[in-house]
């Protein structure tokens, strides 16, 4: 297993360092890929609780989603919101028997949560798109910045919370949905998550005011997010999402903490940052 993860990060790590840094094109792609292996995902873990998702409208939903983001159209993103609205709501009266009105609510909460999610990895990466800042690793686009606080916040807030709450770990934060998570497990995620902001936002020359405030947002956003997942696979019964990262499960394994980081610094990024 481990050395799974190893090789995964090896192929990776390179690939996500251009994407991020200098393939606005590749990054958008990417991210369009991302999201439909997670609806996928979602779809296949649905269906073992005999839960029909729209699949393939919802995949054309969140092509558009995602495509809007890319785009900086939020008109456009409305108008495919009140799309789904209708198609769900005629698919219960004129397929009820075999799109029911659960089948119609899980395929709007799949849509909302991997299409939205991915829609603002792709806006927090093209904020301020013009603007570049010389960092002690070169030159990057402001957008490419805040995506890597974002990136590197939510893992060091899982990595530390994960050793920090399998030595120390006692009191559980909630069994029904992951035994497995502690406070202090969340807590040592607080200390790696506003570790890893202030290193990297150090090296781009950030406010540090900013930096502790994305670092504690992230410590907050990061086990929400993993407990959000963990929910959606207890009621599956599955154990991973997917298979398509070997040694790390699936998309929404890998990126489930981020689901709720990146529209957090986001929001955060254009309240307070920005203005």
């Known amino acids: 297993m481990l050395g799974k993860r190893i090789l995964t990060a090896i192929v990776g790590i390179p690939i996500i360092i251009y994407a991020i840094n200098y393939g606005q094109w590749v990054f958008a792609i990417a991210v369009m890929l991302l999201a439909l292996i997670a609806w996928h995902e979602y779809s296949t873990m649905m269906k073992k609780k005999e839960i029909n998702v729209g699949y393939y409208p919802g995949m054309i939903i969140i092509v558009f989603f995602v495509g809007c983001s890319w785009l900086g159209n939020a008109d456009e993103t409305i108008l495919v919101i009140m799309l789904l609205i209708i198609y769900v709501l005629a698919g219960t009266v004129f397929s009820y028997s075999h799109f029911s009105i659960a089948d119609a609510a899980f395929t709007v909460l799949g849509i909302c949560y991997i299409g939205l999610t991915f829609a603002h990895l792709l806006m927090l990466r093209f904020t301020e798109q013009s603007q570049y800042i010389n960092t002690n690793m070169g ?99 599955v154990k991973d999402s997917g298979n398509i990262l070997p040694g790390h499960g699936g998309i929404l394994d890998r990126f489930d903490a981020m689901m709720i980081t990146v529209p957090a610094v986001f929001y955060y990024i254009n309240f307070f940052v920005l203005h």
């Open 139 to 237: 030159e990057l686009s402001v957008g490419a910045i805040y995506v890597w606080l974002a990136f590197i916040g939510t893992w060091a807030s899982d990595t530390f919370a994960f050793f920090i709450g399998s030595k120390l770990g006692r009191h559980r934060l909630c069994p029904a949905v992951s035994p497995g998570k502690t406070y202090e497990g969340v807590i040592g995620g607080f200390i790696g998550s506003l570790t890893g902001v202030l290193a990297f936002g150090s090296l781009a020359y950030l406010p540090y005011i900013h930096l502790v405030l994305i670092g504690l947002l992230i410590g907050i956003a990061a086990p929400l997010g993993d407990l959000v997942e963990s929910a959606l696979k207890r009621y599956a019964g």
